[in-house]
T-cell receptor, first 114, second 115 residues
């Protein structure tokens, strides 16, 4: 079965600083990987996804993520954080053989200090 | 295109009462999911429908939770009777159906508080 680990529960960065949120997954074959963002009181919004091909994927709001098979990782990055990026970020893994369902990590809460 | 709609947005009930949540997926999306998100955790799949059939309900507490999608469009999730530990956000999501893996689109969720 798939599983996802987000090692950092909270991260605080200064506005304008770079950001990296970590995600490690467990799955035997090549998974489908996603990053979602959730603002308080809101649903989940898809930031980006990896299905195949180029291992560096670009998403919305200036985010990118890199799939590293050797490390079973899919870390999310942004070169310069804005105060509006403060939210909770979830990494998720899916697989066709598991019926398209997603397994989510526990999330990382991002705080941005001015 | 309209997104996934859910109602109500908030609900407060006492333990042992019953409650129902409604979800209307994106038009044309054959697959509908209900997730439970407990505070401090990631969403956990409760049940997955494909049209009006259940694909996966392995994590649905069937002694108290039920869900239906009678006409293959909108869906209702019910809890009867509610327990304190059911306090959570209930998220509905939908996706297309096909030969590949399709991303899921989420509604705003229903925040349930059981007192």
């Amino acid at each position: 079965a798939q599983s996802v680990t987000q090692p950092d529960i909270h991260i605080t960065v200064s506005e304008g600083a770079s950001l990296e949120l970590r995600c490690n997954y467990s799955y035997g074959a090549t998974p489908y990987l996603f990053w979602y963002v959730q603002s308080p009181g809101q649903g989940l919004q898809l930031l980006l996804k990896y299905f195949s091909g180029d291992t560096l994927v670009q998403g919305i709001k200036g985010f990118e993520a890199e799939f590293k098979r050797s490390q079973s990782s899919f870390n999310l990055r942004k070169p310069s954080v804005h105060w509006s990026d403060a939210a909770e970020y979830f990494c998720a893994v899916g697989a066709r053989e598991y019926g398209n369902k997603l397994v989510f990590g526990a999330g990382t809460i991002l705080r941005v200090k001015s | 295109e309209a997104g996934v709609a859910q109602s109500p947005r908030y609900k407060i009930i006492e333990k042992r009462q019953s409650v129902a949540f409604w979800c209307n997926p994106i038009s044309g999306h054959a697959t509908l999911y209900w997730y439970q998100q407990i505070l401090g955790q990631g969403p956990k799949l409760l049940i997955q429908f494909q049209n009006n059939g259940v694909v996966d309900d392995s994590q649905l507490p069937k002694d108290r939770f039920s869900a239906e999608r009678l006409k293959g469009v909108d869906s209702t999730l019910k809890i009867q009777p509610a327990k304190l530990e059911d306090s959570a956000v209930y998220l509905c999501a939908s996706s297309r159906l096909g030969q590949t893996f399709y991303e899921q689109y989420f509604g705003p969720g229903t925040r349930l508080t059981v007192t």
